[in-house]
């Protein structure tokens, strides 16, 4: 019986500035294997379908289990992390590609620097004042505790911002990414101290208001983050701060 294999057509750049190119690979059908082991396994013997040797395909990947979100890539067509896509779910040859909404670095590999730069614009962080122990911190209702739960999975992945329209050569928009840690951050009463930084970045350009509802966020988060419930937050709260900013001038 002939060996079952898997095809993987995959989109290759040799450096940020030139001209993608795909190339194909053949390998046996490893069962319960995800997309980075089939990587791992064409970096064993980088070798097309064609038969050329070629240079190993470079992609990022860390925790394997969907947590640190550096495996994202576009899948057939669709932007998930490639730890968790298995065999099984590919259903034949599996075209594979870096996400589009980010310079590529080399083949699958992007550069996602941009999305920590706007949560350090957002001050998507709560200061302490020393790594000594500070003693229990403030109480926090359990309801306010899930709430801020939903938020906290997000893995920095970048699937919002390459299902966003509003994310595009021509804009700014920091994605949703940072608005939904915005709100998370604002759930803490230490966090909220910093509140009226957090909402100034939103309020500058490329925030809140080059959202245009499109809602591909919420549809592609792999955490089911409900993003669209922190678009209208932040907006509401950026909305009051506006009006509150023209009174006391
Ligand atoms: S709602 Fe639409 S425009 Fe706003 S962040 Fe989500 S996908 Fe982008
Ligand atoms: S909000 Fe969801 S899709 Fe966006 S970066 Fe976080 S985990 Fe990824």
Not at 10 to 39: C, G
Not at 152 to 174: D, I, W, Y
Not at 177 to 191: C, D, E, K, N, R
Request: aromatic residues 6%; neutral net charge.
């Amino acid at each position: 019986m002939a060996e079952q294999t898997q095809v993987l057509r995959i989109k290759r750049q040799e450096t940020p500035d030139s001209e993608p190119y795909y190339e194909e690979f053949e390998i046996p059908y490893l069962a319960n294997h995800n997309v980075i082991s089939m990587l791992m396994e064409i970096r064993r013997n980088p070798v097309t379908r064609q038969g050329k040797r070629v240079a190993p395909v470079v992609f990022d990947a860390n925790c394997l289990e969907e947590v640190c979100g550096s495996c994202t890539m576009v899948i057939n067509g669709r932007v998930r992390q490639a730890c968790s896509q298995l065999a099984e779910g590919l259903n034949g040859p599996a075209t594979i590609e870096p996400m589009t909404k980010f310079q590529v670095v080399r083949d699958l590999w992007v550069d996602r620097s941009k999305m920590f730069a706007a949560l350090m614009k957002a001050h998507a962080w709560i200061p302490i004042d020393g790594t000594y122990d500070l003693g229990p911190g403030p109480r926090i209702a359990p309801h306010v505790q899930e709430f801020a739960y939903l938020f906290s999975r997000c893995m920095t992945c970048g699937c919002c911002l390459e299902a966003c329209p509003q994310v595009n050569s021509h804009s700014k928009f920091m994605g949703a990414a940072v608005i939904g840690q915005v709100l998370l951050m604002s759930q803490h009463p230490t966090g909220k101290m910093n509140l009226d930084e957090r909402l100034d970045a939103m309020m500058s350009e490329g925030g809140i208001a080059d959202c245009g509802n499109a809602q591909n966020c919420v549809e592609v988060c792999p955490k089911e983050i409900p993003l669209t419930t922190a678009i209208g937050a932040v907006g509401r709260q950026t909305s009051i701060k506006w009006l509150r900013d023209l009174f006391m001038k």
